[in-house]
């Protein structure tokens, strides 16, 4: 009995709890179906602007792709002008050899060779010298004759780098002389010249506040031929006559796009032996040269990589020259004496190997040629 009373209340324990579950349900879903529809009403203007939403969201991606675009563009304007600069900077290996190219156009003495490195150079000198001389005409009268002395030296100049600051050089020059007096008088020879051998040494690399520095060493031989052993009434000399050595200290410096160069230097004259000289009657037994000094200063401007112009001032001073004769008796002195000229110059490197150098040299003091040419065409290899 027991047991079915308890299965009874069981019974309708459940009941109780299922029916209200069954009578609310058509409820609930009516009315999550009308809140889904309300929520629906509701959401659909909230949906309406969608479109522009998403068009707006297109354009700022293609604005910031077209500020990237404009960016790359930028960059790569800015890697074409560093190109560019790099084409038109040179390199401090270029600006060497422009530097080099442009002094040497002025002269040898200015430039080095490198270590193993050799070169030849041909130059061709003309100088023209005019004078006037008297000269004794008939029934004690006294003539003026026009003078004129024409002069060509052709050389063959070595150059060879023991080292990248030592360098061995070696000239020797085939020279043509005339000279010609009035209408009817003249002379002419053709012979060597006196030959020269130097060392030119750079004692510290170049760069900073001090210029290149080139100590210059010479010794000159007397292989032309000697005013001191010719008759000079009817001879003309092709060298000094007497061993010599020079020094001098030749100094360059950068101030871009030019260059100053400059020097200063000395020569001493040996007394030449076997003197057989006369002068208006005067047998000289011995002849004691005197020392010159000599400075020069010049400027020079690189207008290309091929063509470069310079100008210089140089300038000598002449001491006097004893001669003696037999006995050691001076017979007279000759007096101290200036030279000067103004060259003006240009060089035109038309191969990295060959380049050619050409100069006007003007006289400033009767001492000097009227006017000279000189034409240097260096080769190395």
């Known amino acids: 009995m027991k047991r079915n009373i308890i299965l009874l209340a069981l019974l309708i324990i459940s009941m109780l709890m299922i029916v209200p579950a069954y009578a609310q349900t058509p409820t609930d879903t009516q009315n999550q179906q009308t809140q889904g529809s309300s929520a629906g009403s509701v959401a659909a203007p909230d949906k309406a602007p969608a479109a522009p939403a998403r068009q707006q969201r297109s354009d700022d991606g293609r604005s910031l792709q077209q500020k990237i675009d404009d960016l790359q563009k930028q960059v790569e304007a800015l890697k074409e002008q560093g190109r560019t600069r790099e084409k038109l900077t040179i390199t401090a290996e270029e600006q060497s050899e ?14 080095l060779m490198q270590k193993g490195k050799f070169e030849l150079e041909y130059s061709l000198r003309y100088e023209y010298t005019s004078s006037s001389e008297l000269v004794a005409g008939e029934e004690n009268t006294t003539l003026v004759h026009p003078r004129a002395n024409h002069t060509v030296r052709n050389a063959i100049g070595l150059q060879y780098g023991l080292l990248d600051n030592l360098t061995i050089t070696a000239n020797l020059p085939f020279v043509f002389a005339y000279d010609k007096t009035g209408s009817s008088s003249n002379k002419d020879v053709t012979d060597l010249g006196d030959l020269t051998i130097g060392l030119d040494y750079q004692p510290f690399k170049s760069g900073g506040i001090w210029p290149t520095t080139i100590f210059t060493l010479t010794g ?3 292989t032309g031929r000697s005013p001191y ?10 060298g000094n006559g007497v061993y010599a050595v ?15 160069f400059g020097g200063v230097g000395m020569t001493y004259r040996f007394e030449p032996g076997g003197i057989d000289y006369n002068i208006n009657g005067i047998v000289i037994d011995a002849v004691k040269p005197g020392m010159s000094f000599n400075a020069v200063l010049g400027l020079a401007y690189s207008i290309s990589y091929a ?14 020259t ?7 008796e001076t017979a007279f002195v000759t007096p101290a004496y200036s030279s000067a000229n103004l060259i003006v110059g240009t060089g035109w490197r038309f191969s990295p190997k060959w380049m050619l150098s050409l100069s006007l040299g003007v006289g400033l003091t009767k001492n000097d040629p009227d006017f000279f ?9």
Do not use: H
């Open 220 to 222: 000159i031989i007397p």
């Open 322 to 328: 004893d001669y003696l004769v037999t006995g050691g």
């Open 373 to 381: 040419f000189l034409a240097r065409l260096p080769f190395s290899f």
């Open 98 to 111: 422009k530097e080099k190219s442009v002094l040497t156009a002025v002269g040898r003495e200015y430039t």
């Open 229 to 238: 052993k010719i008759n000079r009434m009817t001879d003309l000399p092709t």
């Open 246 to 260: 020079a020094m001098n200290m030749n100094m360059s410096k950068s101030v871009d796009p030019a260059m100053i």
């Open 307 to 320: 063509l470069s112009m310079n100008v210089q001032f140089q300038y000598a001073y002449y001491m006097g």
